[in-house]
């Protein structure tokens, strides 16, 4: 099993709403940042939004802007990502991740990420 367990994904029409749910409860302190990526097939793995444990900051891909919003779960260890006004280009696999490093150093890099979920499946059609 994957160090951190991700799940919430789904199939829905445009413009439909999708939350999806990070568990980091097997670490006492998974990171400073966490954040949601997705990958599309034939695609690169693309950062979609990420949060600062300490400060709260929040960060998003343009495309989300207005649409996706990061929290935090009500558990310690726990990461929300609510997904709004779905378009068929959201359709990827999602991934949650934790960083042991500032979301200020690099909440987009793959790099600065040293813990991901398995992935979950969101698919936007019609």
């Known amino acids: 099993q994957a160090p951190l367990v991700d799940s919430g994904g789904g199939s829905v029409q445009p413009g439909g709403s999708l939350k999806l749910t990070c568990d980091a409860s097997?670490?006492?302190?998974?990171?400073?940042?966490m954040g949601w990526f997705r990958q599309a097939p034939g695609k690169e793995r693309e950062a979609v939004a990420g949060?600062?444990?300490?400060?709260?900051?929040?960060y998003y891909i343009d495309s989300g802007k207005g649409r996706f919003s990061i929290s935090p779960g009500d558990t310690k260890n726990t990461l929300y990502l609510q997904m709004n006004s779905l378009k068929p280009e959201d359709t990827a696999m999602y991934y949650c991740a934790a960083s042991n490093r500032y979301c200020s150093d690099g909440w987009d890099r793959i790099s600065a990420y040293n813990l991901w979920g398995q992935g979950t499946q969101v698919t936007v059609s019609s």
């Open positions: 097997a670490f006492t302190y998974p990171g400073h940042c």
């Open positions: 949060i600062d444990k300490v400060s709260g900051r929040t």
